[in-house]
């Protein structure tokens, strides 16, 4: 059996709870016998010699983490986990930066690691190398973290795949962000009228966005994620060194609240109606893009035209869709689909506790 911990157990780790609740009663999957042992959230902490049962992980908020759990103690929680018979996987559903730097520790002590967290892939390059090696042996601990780039589509697994065969990647360029693709989707569209800060206001209303859009629209989170992409194709590029173009407009970026800046983008529709304008006429659309440029050296974050018959300009709602271009695929390998949300993130780390579990059950 693989035991498994969530750390974080939140939106994301909540709908992953539901996956496993199901897979636990399925006929289906018992020859791949996956268990929650351990939850872990800023507040209480609870670890179990035995598996959790459905009913109590169903209530988990109340039946796990309720009166009944300690004090969350990070280190503590690492000793119990280790001592636990069989293989164990920590699964850090959080966004922190103190947490992601816990994996070398976990790994250390025989823990895999299963993650949406791109924090550790994407800082100090120090951190990922370290991780790497700690991770590199067939026998030893692994990592998997498909979700921290296009949530359960399989992108790095497919960049992992490409690497392993030996094949040369020449470029690796998408549209990473399920926000910024709904925003230019609707904003940027032959016939479409509506303002940008329109566009920006009803995503954010429907919950496609940040609570502060600006953390959006700054192309940091795009910048992680062509990160990681270059650093598994084999790049020594940060975010720090990734040219990256913030479309917040600049009278804005210091603005104290997220309700001025929003009362105040209509102030520069015009900024984004003449880029629009000057696209169409070009016979283009607006997308905001990440690329990977392994050959040319043009890696970084920006809002590019794509003419009306590239697969970009054709993307609907708030899609992802990643281009690979290498010496085997001179036409890119395309992946395309959901790239954002809780049900399809939790998926992306259940496939990756999936490939954990067979290692054990052959």
Known sequence: ????????????????????????????????????????????????????????????????????????????????????????????????????????????????????????????????????????????????????????????????????????????????????????????????TAFFSDCVAFAKASGYTEPDPRDDLNGMDVARKVTILGRVAGLDIGTNTLPVENIVPEALRSVETADEFMQRLPEFDAHFKELNEQALAAGSVLRYVGMVDVKGGKSGVRLERYPLEHPFAALKGSDNIIAFTTKRFPNPLIVQGAGAGAAVTAFGIFADLIKISERFNK
């Open 1 to 192: 059996m693989l035991n498994v911990a969530i750390v974080g157990p939140g939106l994301v780790g909540g709908a992953l709870i539901e996956q496993l609740i199901a897979h636990s009663t399925s006929h289906r999957f018992a020859a791949l016998p996956i268990a929650i042992v351990g939850l872990l959230n800023s507040k209480k902490m609870a670890i179990s010699q035995n598996p959790f049962s459905a009913a109590d992980l169903s209530d988990w908020k109340t039946q796990v983490l309720g009166s009944s759990a300690v004090v969350s103690d990070l280190h503590s929680f690492t000793e119990q986990l280790s001592s636990l018979q069989g293989p164990t996987a920590v699964i850090d559903c959080t966004s922190s930066d103190a947490i992601a730097e816990q994996y070398p520790q976990w790994l250390a002590k025989g823990l895999h690691v299963v993650t949406p967290n791109k924090k550790a892939f994407s800082n100090d390059i120090s951190l990922f190398r370290k991780i790497q090696k700690l991770s590199s042996s067939p026998q030893g601990p692994s990592v998997y973290h498909e979700a921290t780039v296009g949530a359960g589509l399989p992108v790095l697994s497919t960049l992992n795949d490409l690497v392993r065969t030996g094949d040369e990647i020449v470029k690796i360029e998408g549209i990473f962000s399920g926000t910024l693709s709904y925003l230019f989707n609707n904003f940027s569209a032959p016939g479409a």
